[in-house]
């Protein structure tokens, strides 16, 4: 099984995984049945499990040499020089991003997830490590490494990004307009680090950089209010 057919087969269950996602378990669905924080942690563990997870699993399964798959779709450290370089490289860039953010009243209503995460730095770190792992990591494997890698081989570099760029985009639909632009943009620069350090650990590491610094420049307006 090439990678383009091992994609088809998991293309329903990540039209499940991504409606799941957008609907029953949504930041807004868990919002109204439990408390915020609480509930962002718990979208998170949504992606993690049902974008993460399942998906492994699901390859794994399958069989017919999956770990090759699982390698060729990002998960694998790649060309390690280049993407520390790109990472050291893309972190002013980062930074600077922040300067958009705080200067949005709807960057700063929307973020963090958690404004409850903002009552102190312990809670803040915990809270912005689980971001990264059950948040960033799973979003990376699925848009960067399972929706873009095979297609790659089988549409060529530009029409790949392309695709990818528009689904990842599409899903930050409801979030600030700034935000869906700025998706635009970072859809192709996030591929274009994948596919050049072979890995999507990488486009995790600068994406989840740039959630960080965003969640930890706006906390500071959150901060007086936190409970």
Request: charged share 15%.
């Given at each position: 099984?090439?990678?383009?057919?091992?994609?088809?087969?998991?293309?329903?269950?990540?039209?499940?995984?991504?409606?799941?996602?957008?609907?029953?378990?949504?930041?807004?669905?868990?919002?109204?049945?439990?408390?915020?924080?609480?509930?962002?942690?718990?979208?998170?563990?949504?992606?993690?499990?049902?974008?993460?997870i399942?998906?492994?699993?699901?390859?794994?399964?399958?069989?017919?040499?999956?770990l090759?798959?699982?390698?060729?779709?990002?998960?694998?450290?790649?060309?390690v020089?280049?993407?520390?370089?790109?990472?050291?490289?893309?972190?002013?860039?980062a930074?600077?991003?922040?300067?958009?953010?705080?200067?949005?009243?709807?960057?700063?209503?929307?973020?963090?997830?958690?404004?409850?995460?903002?009552?102190?730095?312990k809670?803040?770190?915990?809270?912005?490590?689980?971001?990264?792992?059950?948040?960033?990591?799973?979003?990376?494997?699925?848009?960067?490494?399972?929706?873009?890698?095979?297609?790659?081989?089988?549409?060529?570099?530009?029409?790949?990004?392309?695709?990818?760029?528009?689904?990842?985009?599409?899903?930050?639909?409801?979030?600030?307009?700034?935000?869906?632009?700025?998706?635009?943009?970072?859809?192709?620069?996030?591929?274009?680090?994948?596919?050049?350090?072979?890995?999507?650990?990488?486009?995790?590491?600068?994406?989840?950089?740039?959630?960080?610094?965003?969640?930890?420049?706006?906390?500071?307006?959150?901060?007086?209010?936190?409970?």
């Amino acid at each position: 099984m090439d990678a383009l057919s091992r994609l088809t087969t998991l293309t329903p269950y990540l039209a499940l995984a991504f409606g799941l996602l957008a609907s029953v378990l949504s930041l807004r669905s868990w919002r109204k049945r439990v408390e915020e924080h609480r509930a962002a942690l718990l979208y998170f563990l949504s992606f993690f499990v049902l974008l993460g997870i399942l998906p492994v699993l699901i390859i794994l399964f399958q069989g017919n040499r999956p770990l090759e798959f699982l390698g060729a779709a990002g998960l694998r450290a790649g060309n390690v020089r280049l993407g520390l370089l790109l990472v050291a490289v893309s972190s002013p860039f980062a930074a600077l991003s922040t300067l958009v953010s705080r200067r949005d009243p709807a960057m700063i209503r929307h973020y963090p997830f958690s404004k409850a995460a903002c009552s102190g730095a312990k809670k803040l770190a915990a809270y912005e490590a689980a971001y990264l792992v059950f948040y960033y990591l799973p979003w990376e494997f699925a848009f960067r490494g399972l929706l873009f890698f095979p297609l790659v081989g089988a549409l060529g570099l530009v029409p790949a990004l392309a695709v990818q760029t528009m689904l990842s985009t599409l899903y930050h639909l409801g979030h600030p307009d700034t935000e869906i632009l700025a998706a635009v943009g970072s859809g192709f620069v996030f591929g274009l680090v994948a596919f050049h350090t072979q890995s999507i650990f990488y486009a995790a590491a600068i994406h989840g950089l740039c959630g960080v610094l965003t969640d930890t420049t706006l906390c500071r307006r959150h901060r007086p209010v936190a409970s």
